[in-house]
């Protein structure tokens, strides 16, 4: 009994020193207490989100610095210094790596075939500069402005499929282009590659130009992952088929894309599910599936600095949602309804055309359900940025009656920032070489040189050019073959023009045990659309032509 009286005399003495004195801070402990239970309990599990009185729990201040990388110093004159933006995606280091791999695969072809064995396109091998592979790169863009059914119809000299460009002295011959392109590789074939490394063929080329759009300029808030498809059909291990594509069989590359701009920030070529494993190989991202992996390993260079993503439904989830908020990073995508849409909120009733909401900590879950002529359309959207709110929206239904329809405000969003991965595809399209090419590497490294131009003339616009894409292409090609000097052989051809050479004599075509009569077709002749071949030629000529003895010879060096 004298131990309760004591505890009592105790408690008694606490509730009158309580409420003798003025200080409320233990009843303020306890509301605070209170309050951060509530607080966990809602951030804990889904809550319906009131339009109006909802707000993110997580505002992540942006730190990024867009914009051109501040080392790079612009000249003055931005309207004439095309080759100044291209240089910086497609540099002059970059060429003389590829001359020097084309001249390696050339030599290592040669020596692996018999003096007998070897085809025309070897036995007339000369090594091959930078220069002539911008001529290269150039003619190929070329190509994708001015298309033709054969590639043989860009050097034709009928008045019907004539193209002047090809027959300057700075372009190309159709020979040593044809020549060139069979050679041009995008990887050292002295070097052993990887095993298991099924993109060795063209490796070293995507290292550089991810390092070089990473490195050189920084895209603003708002960034745009999807995936893109490089039209291929050939035999390949790993050809994606996407029947919304305007390609639908090809190499499928993600994308990651500054949303007001297009610019291409970083890719990354889907290959097979061994190369694949590689993507974000930080331990933090262990639990994430494939695609969501896809998310963190294109923008491994933006998290942690209040970023904005946006992504679709493939790509999307609320683990992926988590895991970037806690680089501090947003995240706006559509989301399936397996992965992290709370069972309340599927079964919640929304009326067409409208929006339902609800939210867990700071992340926001819309139901959004829309009339289309098909029937009624129910989509999932996830947030970690913006409050439940709607936006009325003017509608034109059929017969011209105009009506308003409550949108998400995420939805706008989400519509306004998402596409720039398909408008990148559509903006290149118009200007896609349609040649076919057997080999997949040479396919997607030319595909990467056009979209390199387009770095190029964007980063060009943000610095005050006014040129519009296909202008920029059109200067690009000029700096590519014309300003490059001068080809070897049309500058012997020139030289012969002029009688800077040794007198031209027919002599008759050198028998082979193959072919004890050789002949070749008649250059004049082939001209005049007649059929005809000759068992003579002009040695001192480039390519040595066949031309007949009556008057082809003479009309020939005239």
């Known amino acids: ?117 070897l085809p025309v396109s070897l036995l007339q091998w000369n090594e091959c500069s930078a220069n002539e592979v911008k ?35 700075e372009a190309l011959s159709r020979d040593r282009f044809k020549q060139l392109l069979g050679f041009l590789r995008f990887y050292d074939c002295l070097e052993d590659p990887t095993p298991g490394d099924p993109l060795y063929n063209i490796r070293p080329f995507l290292n550089n130009l991810r390092d ?19 039209l291929y059909k050939g035999r390949l291990g790993f050809k994606q088929y996407i029947p919304t594509k305007r390609a639908r069989y090809g190499i499928k590359v993600y994308c990651a894309c500054e949303s007001e701009t297009g610019y291409l920030f970083n890719f990354r070529v889907h290959a097979t599910p061994e190369e694949n494993r590689r993507f ?44 970037l908020l806690d680089r501090d990073t947003h995240l706006t995508c559509t989301i399936r309804a397996d992965r992290g849409v709370p069972i309340e909120l599927r079964q919640l009733n929304v009326p067409p055309n409208d929006v339902g909401f609800m939210r ?24 970690t940025k913006e409050a439940a709110s709607k936006v009325p929206v003017r509608r034109i239904a059929r017969g011209g009656a105009a009506a308003a329809v ?15 991965v398909d408008r990148m595809d559509g903006h290149m399209q118009p200007y896609q070489p349609a040649r076919k090419i057997r080999k ?24 005050g050019g006014r040129k519009v894409f296909v202008k920029f292409l059109e200067a690009s090609i000029r700096e590519f073959v014309q300003s490059t000097g001068m080809s070897r052989r049309r500058a012997a051809a020139a030289a012969q023009a002029f009688g800077q050479v040794s007198p031209h004599f027919p002599m008759r075509i050198a028998a082979r045990e193959s072919q004890p009569r050789p002949t070749k077709r008649c250059r004049v002749c082939y001209r005049a659309e007649r059929i005809k071949r000759s068992i003579y030629c002009c040695p001192a000529c480039p390519g040595e032509p066949g031309l007949c003895l009556e008057t082809c010879f003479q009309q020939w060096h005239s």
Not at 100 to 111: E, G, L, P, S, V
Not at 212 to 227: A, G, L, W
Not at 361 to 372: H, M, P
Not at 445 to 457: D, E, I, K, Y
């Open 406 to 420: 409550q949108k998400c405000r995420s939805a706008l969003s989400y519509n306004r920032c998402m596409g720039d």
């Open 440 to 463: 997949w590497f040479l396919k997607l490294g030319l595909h990467l040189c056009l979209q390199m131009v387009r770095n190029a003339w964007i980063v060009y616009c943000k610095c």
């Open 360 to 383: 867990k900590g700071a992340v926001l879950a819309a139901k959004i359900v829309e009339r289309k002529e098909s029937g009624l359309k129910t989509l999932y959207l996830l947030d």
């Open 280 to 323: 974000a190989l930080d331990p933090q991202s262990g639990n994430l599936s494939f695609s969501e992996k896809i998310v963190v390993e294109l923008c491994q260079d933006l998290l942690d600095q209040g970023y904005r993503i946006f992504a679709d439904k493939w790509f999307g989830s609320y683990r992926l949602a988590m895991y």
């Open 135 to 169: 001529k290269l790169i150039g003619m190929y863009l070329y190509m994708g402005s001015n298309k033709k059914t054969e590639m043989n119809d860009y050097w034709s000299t009928g008045s019907y499929h004539s193209t002047p460009y090809f027959q300057a002295p």
């Open 1 to 117: 009994m004298a131990q309760v009286d004591e505890i009592s005399e105790l408690m008694t003495s606490d509730d009158e020193d309580y409420l003798l004195s003025d200080d409320s801070s233990g009843e303020s402990d306890v509301l605070d207490s209170v309050d951060e239970d509530v607080q966990v309990a809602d951030e804990l599990s889904w809550r319906p989100a009131i339009v109006g009185n909802d707000a993110s729990t997580r505002d992540i201040e942006f730190f990024g610095t867009p914009g051109l990388n501040p080392g790079i110093i612009v000249p003055a004159d931005v309207e004439n210094s095309t080759s100044f933006f291209l240089g910086l995606f497609l540099s002059d280091s970059l060429f003389e790596d590829l001359a020097m791999w084309t001249n390696r695969r050339a030599w290592a072809a040669i020596h692996s075939l018999d003096a007998d064995d």
């Open 212 to 230: 070089t759009c990473v490195n050189i300029y920084r895209p603003d808030e708002e960034i745009s992952v999807d995936e893109s498809l490089v």
